[in-house]
């Protein structure tokens, strides 16, 4: 692995303060102070708070937007489709958890063209997964129920993953993919 | 239907208002304008924020935890229970989504004994659902998937539903009902 640019640890440090007391509270004192730095050094490396909450959505916002499009317009099947959307939020919670407490908690505290584009970038998803679903209805692979309800209730157990799993001590990375692609395609009875 | 008390009136605009901007931030003056009375009248039906925010809040949780101790103390099937946990959810979110905004967003706000006796419900509730699915699991009627993604799963779900259900013009209580369940305990493949 190759060390973390100063940027990078700046933004790492910020998405914990952030999960903790929201962005809205935390002043780029505390994020110094958090680092042990000075916070006329922060600038060095970064302009501004808004720039450290851009830079930990729209990155997570790109790399959901990347893997959806791999995933959409790949051939495989709706089932196979859902597997790896699965997967995808899996690993970017194992990877990035802090950030996404921001994103959950924090996207509206955007601005400007940052705001558009997460709102974009989040809508598209959701109708690429939407589409993903209708298709699998339509090709009866997957089971005619309501296409909300299905979307809805996929969506908002990935999405607090984030919340639930670090506080997991006895799941492996390698049994949380197996189980829960199981419980959300196939059900539990 | 009995008419509202006005004590009842008073929870009910607070707990739109407590939704909207989260309960730290709203004022008894906010509440009053909201209603388009005077502060000062509130409180010949109300003691303070906080008595408001603990009668939304443990209101629900005691709820939600006569239900389940009925649920948990049936003779059916741990599918059967399964079903009525979520008809449950389903049920209390239809009555009242506004105030599940303040248990899921403002809890933390809760004071001493009222904080205790929440966590406490809380923590029962969850212990009960965990119990329903390990002895469906020990009687084969539920599959043997790790037990807390199963528990996660569901109820990352139910738990979000006060959300997602608001802004759905287009599904009527009966269909959700139905199709939740299918989703969830049947899957979607």
Chains 1, 2 share one sequence.
Not at 81 to 92: A, R, T
Not at 138 to 145: L, V, W
Request: glycine share 4%; net charge negative.
């Amino acid at each position: 692995m190759k060390p973390e640019s100063r940027k990078q640890e700046i933004v790492n440090a910020a998405a914990i303060l952030f999960k903790e007391k929201g962005y809205s509270a935390v002043t780029m004192r505390d994020l110094a102070t958090a680092m042990g730095i000075k916070a006329a050094s922060l600038y060095n490396h970064i302009q501004s708070k808004q720039e450290i909450l851009s830079t930990i959505i729209i990155e997570l916002a790109e790399e959901f937007t990347t893997g959806m499009n791999l995933i959409v317009n790949s051939d495989q099947s709706a089932i196979r489709k859902l597997e790896n959307i699965i997967s995808l939020h899996i690993d970017v919670t194992l990877r990035n958890a802090d950030g996404l407490a921001s994103l959950n908690n924090d996207w509206m505290h955007l601005e400007e063209e940052n705001l558009l584009s997460f709102e974009k970038m989040r809508n598209d998803y959701e109708e690429n997964f939407r589409q993903i679903v209708r298709k699998g209805v339509d090709a009866k692979e997957i089971k005619s129920n309501n296409i909300e309800i299905i979307v809805f209730s996929t969506l908002s157990t990935l999405r607090t993953l984030y919340l639930w799993y670090p506080k997991q001590k006895n799941i492996d990375a390698g049994i949380l993919k197996k189980d829960m692609i199981a419980v959300l395609l196939q059900g539990v009875v």
